[in-house]
């Protein structure tokens, strides 16, 4: 059974960094997509980053473009999310997805139960 589990996140101030990191278990990830997306409150789910671990290639909301990165842990089936000048308009629950394609929450198939992100002064 493929499990999903999310560490990570917290509290911090304007300008920040925070990782999360996400870990898949039950499967073999050498052809999965990984994928955050996060729920700000009274929000929709939204994008946020991708990794392939295929083609070892990544995509990115152009909200955090530049700010930032997804990247695979080497000898684990983790992927982390390093998360750079974090801003108010950040703060969400954090949900890791995997075995689905890119951008789409409606093609994963299995989903961590989400971390907080809080990004206040």
């Known amino acids: 059974q493929v499990q999903v589990r999310e560490s990570g996140g917290g509290s911090v101030r304007p300008g920040g960094s925070l990782r999360v990191s996400c870990e898949v278990s039950g499967t073999t990830v050498g052809r999965l997509t990984v994928a955050w997306f996060r729920q700000a409150p009274r929000k929709d789910l939204d994008f946020v980053a991708a990794?392939?671990?295929?083609?070892?290639?990544?995509q990115y909301a152009d909200s955090v473009k530049g700010r930032f990165t997804i990247s695979r842990i080497n000898a684990a089936n983790t992927v982390s999310l390093q998360m750079n000048d974090l801003k108010p308009e950040d703060t969400a629950v954090y949900y890791c997805?995997?075995?689905?394609?890119?951008?789409?929450?409606?093609?994963?198939?299995?989903w961590g139960q989400g971390t907080q992100v809080t990004v206040s002064s």
């Open positions: 990794f392939s671990w295929r083609s070892n290639s990544t």
């Open positions: 997805a995997a075995g689905g394609g890119w951008i789409s929450a409606a093609s994963y198939s299995y």
